[in-house]
Each structure stands twice: as C-alpha cells, then as structure tokens.
C-alpha cells in the first residue's frame, strides 16, 4: 500500500492546525486529560525520536470532528464522549506543565514550530494532541494525537480509553493513522509505563447523549485479525 497520500493528507491537516490562530485561549487544566496524555504519551513516535527534551505544541489542535475514525460499535459505546470531543475542539487550549512523562519536555509555541529544521529527526521531534472528550462519569475517554518529527517521519491518530479500577486504559474500536483501516484488537496501558495485551469487547451502550453524526452511513472497513498488535512506537 502507498502511504504517501496519507502522509501528504496528514501534513496538509497539520500545516491547517497550526495556523489556526483565535484571540480567546483558555488554560486547559483537567487532571484527567493529563492522565490520558501522560499514558499515550511515551508511545508516541517523536517521544522515541527526541534524544533529550520532547517538544510539545502548547495549543490543542483541532481535528474538526470525529467522521468514519471508529467502528460503529465504538461509536455506540462512546458517544457521549464523541459529543464532548466535538465541543471542546471548537476552542483553543493552552496546555499546561502536568504530563507525568519520564522524559523531559517543553511546550512551544505555533512560532517556534514553524523555525524548526527537517533534519535531524531528534531536533524537529514534536507532539501535538487535541484536548480529551469524555462522557459525563468521565469513565470513557477519546483524544487524538500525532507526532511529527520531519521529512516523512509522522503519524495522527484517535484513541479510545476506559477507566478500569481507577485508572485509564486504552481500548479498541479506533481506526489506524489518519482513519484509513480499523484495529480490532485491545491494548490496555496503564500508568506508569507498563502494558499489556487484553482482549475486550466492544458492545454496551453509553448513557450519555449522543450526537447525530453517530448515526451516518459508513464505508466498509478492512479489519485486522485479533492477534495483530496495535504498533505504539516507544
């Protein structure tokens, strides 16, 4: 398969986030959320990338809405948190320093981004991420996050996550990079930096309102096998 219309769609979506600017930016402060990016974090490619110092752009970034990005069994299960997505996307939050990462980071800013060299990959390695809808108990959790890391090196994609006993896990039912072929199996991560593979289905209902794009026609999907890992680079 030639990726490289994928990559050129998700540079495109990358150049647009990043310029998008508003004059109204609102410290983005949910300890939960950080729970969530703390335990996505160290999967991320441009986290492997960075040798010292892991740049992450201060702003969310926007993603429009959730389209064809989840099964329609994780779309019934995580409408409620689909519905929160949509709404916090439409505003621009400032990140705060509470990623509880093992690697040291700083957040930049839209302008420092823009200066940063193609090569080497370690000195333009970079994360961005949207802020996290959740349902109304804020027991299930959706955000989407990417990394670029220069020349061809970069991936974006959604995440599902459960709080199970308390802390937050990631679950499937999401499509790949940039929405192209759905994963069927489970990761589960959890805090701190340990995983480990579960098998769980997607099926319940959630509570929450949902949305009325949960309810569009959607193209059939390729699924992979219960036994293909998710690939998070670490």
Known sequence: MDIRPLFVAFLCWFVVALGRTSAAVTIYDD????????????????????????????????????????????????????????????????????????????????????????????????????????NRDKTRAIVYMGSQCGGLCGSARFHLLEKVRGKWMEVSGVCSDLGIVVVETSRFHQLPKSSQLVQTPVFDNDNDEGVQSANRKRPATRRTTPETPVNHKA
């Open 31 to 134: 300890k939960d959320a950080y729970e969530v990016y703390s335990l996505l974090l160290p999967h991320e490619e441009s986290y492997g990338v960075a040798r010292a110092t892991l740049m992450i752009h201060e702003q969310t970034k926007p993603y429009l809405s959730v389209g064809t990005d989840l099964t329609p069994e994780a779309w019934n299960k995580f409408k409620g948190a689909v519905a929160d997505f949509n709404r916090l996307d439409k505003k621009n939050w400032l990140l705060q320093r509470r990623f509880q990462i093992e690697k040291s980071y700083k957040l930049i800013s839209s302008d420092v981004i823009k200066t940063l060299p193609d090569q080497p990959q370690s000195a333009a390695a970079l994360v961005f991420m949207s802020p996290v809808g959740f």
